[in-house]
């Protein structure tokens, strides 16, 4: 299992910006085009390994989405989007993120304390995104079963779980080696 997945890893190009290698790759950045088996892999390994005895998947804007969405028709569970942009919504919460790269502000709507989610994203790196959001989560007493990244490069991880106290799991651990795409382990290994 994940063959497709290793195999858009493997290949990825390399874009070097300032100190920092971007990987571009279907999961994190939607080009090339991701196959439909690929997204279908991802979501059958989450579905295998991760507890979804949960109320709503809970994705992050932009390259959460079609995770949460696939997911979602997978397993019947509805999701939410935390979103970049505000509505002001009357529920509406409000997240400063700083990432490795710069700062924004997240909006979490339609969670509600005692509910039990999932949450998911594409990639931590940082670690900055996922530590803004589950604190935030765990602020509002959102019940969070689980944490899944499909991507883990670097440190981040480690960085989120000691901040956060939530463990998060990881399908795949990379990193740039040499200008190439160097996959550690899976979450098959």
């Given at each position: 299992m994940l063959d497709e997945v290793r195999k858009s890893l493997e290949t990825s190009p390399i874009v070097k910006k300032g100190e920092y290698n971007y990987f571009i790759n279907p999961i994190s950045d939607g080009i090339p085009s991701m196959k439909p088996s690929m997204l279908r892999e991802l979501t059958d390994i989450i579905i295998k390994h991760v507890n979804l005895d949960i109320d709503k998947i809970v994705a992050i804007e932009a390259m959460g989405i079609h995770l949460a969405t696939a997911l979602s028709l997978a397993t019947d569970i509805p999701f939410v989007i935390i979103r970049k942009r505000q509505y002001g919504l009357e529920d509406e919460i409000e997240i400063h993120q700083k990432t490795g790269y710069g700062s924004s502000n997240l909006y979490i709507n339609d969670l509600n304390?005692?509910?039990?989610?999932?949450?998911?994203?594409?990639?931590?790196?940082?670690?900055?995104?996922?530590?803004?959001?589950?604190?935030?989560?765990?602020?509002?007493?959102?019940?969070?079963?689980a944490a899944v990244v499909v991507i883990e490069k670097g440190e981040g991880k480690k960085i989120v779980e000691k901040e956060t106290n939530i463990p998060i799991f990881s399908v795949v651990k990379l990193n740039v080696v040499d200008g190439k795409v160097v996959i550690e382990k899976t979450i098959e290994d």
């Open positions: 304390a005692g509910e039990k989610i999932l949450l998911i994203d594409d990639v931590v790196s940082t670690g900055g995104t996922l530590i803004s959001t589950l604190n935030a989560l765990k602020e509002l007493d959102i019940d969070i079963k």
